[in-house]
C-alpha cells in the first residue's frame, strides 16, 4: 500500500527545536513536490511548506520564514521539516502530502497523496 509515513514529533518547550521526516512506502518521492501541512485543533490546515523534486521552487509560509526550513534529501528519499525557535502557536498535527505535478504551493487542497500525521506540541 502506498503511503507517506511522517516522524519526529512530540513535546517541546517554548523557543526549542525539532526536526519531522517524511518518506513514501510503496512509492518513492522523487517525482512529488512535497508539501508540509499542518492543522492546530480547532483550526483549518495550513500549508506551511513545498518543495519541488528538482527543488527549484521552495514556498515557506510567512509565520515560520526564518524558523523553518524544509529540505529534501533525494537519495535519502526524504524530505524534513526542520523547526526552530518553536512557538505555542505552533501546536499541531503535522503532515506530509504529495503531489506530482511541479507545482510549488502552500495550498493544501493541491496535494493527492497524505500521511497520517505526528503531533508536535510546544508547552512549558
Known amino acids: 500500500q502506498s503511503q507517506l509515513v511522517e516522524a519526529g514529533g512530540g513535546l517541546v518547550q517554548p523557543g526549542g527545536s525539532l526536526r519531522l521526516s517524511c518518506v513514501a512506502s510503496g512509492f518513492t518521492l522523487d517525482d512529488y513536490t512535497v508539501a508540509w501541512v499542518r492543522q492546530a485543533a480547532g483550526k483549518e490546515r495550513e500549508g506551511v511548506s513545498s518543495i519541488s523534486a528538482s527543488v527549484d521552487q521552495i514556498a515557506i509560509t510567512n509565520s515560520v520564514k526564518g524558523r523553518f526550513t524544509a529540505p529534501r534529501d533525494n537519495a535519502k528519499k526524504t524530505v524534513y521539516l526542520r523547526m526552530n525557535s518553536l512557538a505555542p502557536e505552533d501546536t499541531a498535527v503535522y503532515y506530509c502530502?504529495?503531489?506530482?505535478?511541479?507545482?510549488?504551493?502552500?495550498?493544501?487542497?493541491?496535494?493527492?497523496?497524505w500521511g497520517q500525521g505526528t503531533q508536535v506540541t510546544v508547552s512549558s
Open positions: 502530502a504529495a503531489h506530482l505535478r511541479a507545482l510549488c504551493t502552500l495550498d493544501a487542497d493541491e496535494y493527492t497523496s
